[in-house]
Each structure stands twice: as structure tokens, then as C-alpha cells.
């Protein structure tokens, strides 16, 4: 059996959530999954950091009022964020990282990531800025380290999308995806066709742990626009970055559009989408469309999230799951871990 020390960088809803399942499984993940996961470090901008190199309290970690230096309540607690000395030197093998995403160039979390391989650990990270903007940089950052760097979180929260298309498609030739890729946005629409207005609709996302830090990445397509990056340089060797997308959001959408399209048997969604051209090149958007009401998007509500691929062995593969929340986004990082864990256990030469 093996012992993982994860140091979490970030404490916000999906790495407290992460906590809290370590608190009530990590026992059965011995015997179930072959490992288990003990808490060295915590880090957080607002809420202070803390290391214990024996092991923190999964349960009592989880359990801190979301506070302004909450960490510092706990023995050798600290109300101010130690990142470097938490990611560098607690101990740990891998790291959560979970900070906030940001749009613009990845920062700080990229630099969070880089620290921790450089430093020969793996990461494991929900956060599409890294990713989106420099992703390439970052795995060949983890090989030369030889380390592992996963990120399945980073597009539709905790449904397996990266690494079931990469695995279980592999042999056939993903030719192009169109999907719903933001919880939020999603959400706020389907909230709207019930008569809720555009800023309410916005509020119950960030209630529900739905949102990013600014909600204008959500409903404005930033968001979707880092995710089509992500799946497109994944999926289609795309080799794209954001300004090869066009990006527009939902946030023109009124209530009475809403209801036209409900009069005409249609609903408005936020498509990101991608295709291979015929010269190789790949074009890739993100827009609200309206979509009829029989098309396999259509039904897609709430903060679920869908995404068709087109296939050239098998047609169109559409897989559909949460596509935000705190615990479906911690239970992405666990697959990543495990992936980690059968990577390393199996020996596999590359690993995915
Ligand atoms: N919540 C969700 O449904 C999903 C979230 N994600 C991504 O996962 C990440 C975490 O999401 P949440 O936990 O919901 O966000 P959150 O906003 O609840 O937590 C982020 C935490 O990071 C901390 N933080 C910000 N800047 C920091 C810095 N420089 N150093 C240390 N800590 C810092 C904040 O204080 C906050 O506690 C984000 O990048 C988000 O985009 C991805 C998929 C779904
Ligand atoms: N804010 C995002 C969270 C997941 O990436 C969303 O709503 O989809």
C-alpha cells in the first residue's frame, strides 16, 4: 500500500471539498484504489497556510470556518500564505493545485506548477489557466522531471472527457467536438427559461460554488474559450492558443429572447466548438447558439455539461456528466491521482 503526502495550494471549495473526502474514504482507498492521501500542507491566500510533515486532520481541515486566516487556528497554523515554502518543502509528492483561474496569462498558478515539478513533484490541478496557456511548457517541464502532470478537472469538472477521449477513442481519429463546457452559463440559461433574471440566475451559481472568481469568465466565454484550447490541442493536436478563437458569451441574451426561442421549439446554449479543416488547419469558436429543440445539446440543463465528438470509425460520441461543483471537481483530482498511482504501479513508459 502505498502512502501519498499532498500538499492542497489553494483552500477553496474544490480542495476543502477534496479534504473532506479524504476525511471519510482514504481508509477504504487502501484497500479499494491501493493508496492512500495524508494532508502535509494547506495554502491559501486568504485563509493562511499550515504544515504538519506527520499529517494534518483531513476532517478537521475540512471543517474550518471559511475565514480570513482560518488556517492559522490549527497547530503551527499560519494566518499568512506560505505558497513557496508549502509547495517546495512540506514534504509532499503532489500537489492539489486549485488556486483561482486566471484568463489572461495562467498567473499565479502556473508559476505554482512549475515550482512543484521543478521540484520533482507531481500535480494534479483543476485550474485551466495553466493548462490553456501553457500546457506544452508544463508537461515537458513534468517529463523532464519525471513527474506526473494531470488535469482532467480542467474541462466538465469531475466527468472523465480528457482522459476517456485520449484512452478509450484512441484508434479512431477525432475529427472535431461541439459542446457545453461551463456549468455557469449553462445554468444562468436554463434558470432564465424558468423567468429568473440574468444577475439572479448569476448569484445562485456563485451560491452553489458554480462560478469562477469572476463570473464574467463564465458568462462571457473566457471560460469555455480555455476549455475548447485545452480539449482541442488534446484531442486534436490543434497546437492553438486563445487567440485562435473567436469568443462571444451569453451575457446579450435577454429574457425575451429566451422565451422566442421557447415559442419556436428552440433553446439558446453556450457552444464552444472545433473542427479540422480540410488543409489540417482547425478552426475553433465560442457562442451562444440556438439550437433546435431535437438537437442532443438542447436538453443539456443546469450546470450539466455535454460534449459530441466526431469520429471517423464510429460517428458522433456525445459524453455528458456535472460540468461544475465543488465535490464532482475534487472527485477529478482523486482520478488524477489515481491515474498517477496505476501509472506509477504499472510501470508504464509513458504514461498518459
Ligand atoms: N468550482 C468548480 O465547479 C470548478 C472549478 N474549477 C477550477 O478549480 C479552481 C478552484 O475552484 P474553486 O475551489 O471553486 O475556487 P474558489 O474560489 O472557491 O477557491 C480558490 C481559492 O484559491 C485561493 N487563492 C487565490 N489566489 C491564490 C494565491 N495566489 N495563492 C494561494 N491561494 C490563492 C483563494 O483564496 C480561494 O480560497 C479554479 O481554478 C476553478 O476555475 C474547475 C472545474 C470546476
Ligand atoms: N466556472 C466553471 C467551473 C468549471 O470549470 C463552470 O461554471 O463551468
Known amino acids: 500500500m502505498t502512502e501519498y503526502k499532498l500538499a492542497l495550494v489553494g483552500f477553496g471549495g474544490v480542495n476543502r471539498a477534496l479534504a473532506q473526502l479524504i476525511a471519510e474514504r482514504n481508509e477504504r482507498w487502501k484497500t479499494e484504489l491501493g493508496f492512500s492521501l495524508t494532508i502535509v500542507g494547506v495554502t491559501d491566500l486568504f485563509q493562511g497556510s499550515v504544515i504538519n510533515r506527520q499529517g494534518l486532520d ?8 471559511v475565514v480570513e486566516g482560518a488556517l492559522a487556528q490549527l497547530p503551527g497554523g499560519d494566518a499568512t500564505a506560505s505558497n513557496e515554502a508549502v509547495i517546495k518543502d512540506c514534504g509532499a509528492d503532489m500537489i492539489a493545485e486549485a488556486t483561482f483561474t486566471n484568463p489572461v496569462d495562467g498567473e499565479p498558478a502556473t508559476s505554482f506548477c512549475r515550482w512543484a515539478l521543478e521540484n520533482g513533484k507531481h500535480v494534479v490541478t483543476t485550474n485551466k489557466g495553466p493548462i490553456a496557456l ?12 519525471q513527474v506526473g502532470f494531470e488535469y482532467e478537472g480542467s474541462v466538465m469538472s469531475g ?37 429568473l433574471g440574468f444577475s439572479e440566475a448569476v448569484k445562485q451559481a456563485q451560491t452553489l ?41 451569453i451575457s446579450a ?10 415559442q419556436n421549439n428552440a433553446r439558446w446554449k453556450l457552444i464552444g466548438a472545433a473542427t479540422r479543416n480540410a488543409d489540417g488547419s482547425v478552426s475553433a469558436s465560442v457562442e451562444p447558439r440556438l439550437l433546435s429543440n431535437d438537437h442532443p445539446l438542447a436538453s443539456i440543463g443546469g450546470a450539466t455539461n455535454a460534449v459530441s465528438f466526431t469520429t471517423d470509425l464510429i460517428g ?12 464532482e471537481t475534487a472527485f477529478a483530482l482523486l482520478s488524477d491521482i489515481i491515474s498517477l ?12
Open 134 to 145: 501553457h500546457g506544452a511548457a508544463l508537461k515537458a517541464l513534468a517529463q523532464r522531471n
Open 209 to 249: 460554488g458554480y462560478a469562477e472568481a469572476d463570473p464574467t469568465a463564465d458568462v462571457e466565454g473566457h471560460d469555455v474559450r480555455l476549455k475548447v484550447v485545452i480539449l482541442a490541442n488534446e484531442l486534436l493536436d490543434a497546437k492553438i492558443n486563445v487567440n485562435d478563437v473567436r469568443c462571444n458569451g
Open 253 to 262: 441574451l435577454t429574457l425575451g429572447d429566451i422565451e422566442q426561442a421557447r
Open 316 to 327: 458522433t460520441v456525445t459524453v455528458s456528466g456535472p460540468g461544475a461543483g465543488r465535490t
Open 58 to 65: 483531513a476532517a478537521a481541515l475540512a471543517a474550518l470556518p
Open 341 to 352: 498511482h496505476q501509472c506509477a504501479t504499472q510501470h508504464r513508459k509513458t504514461c498518459p
Open 159 to 195: 466527468t472523465p472527457v480528457i482522459r476517456l477521449a485520449r484512452q478509450l477513442l484512441a484508434g479512431s481519429t477525432i475529427s472535431g467536438f461541439e459542446g457545453i463546457l461551463n456549468g455557469t452559463s449553462n445554468f444562468v440559461l436554463t434558470r432564465m427559461e424558468s423567468g
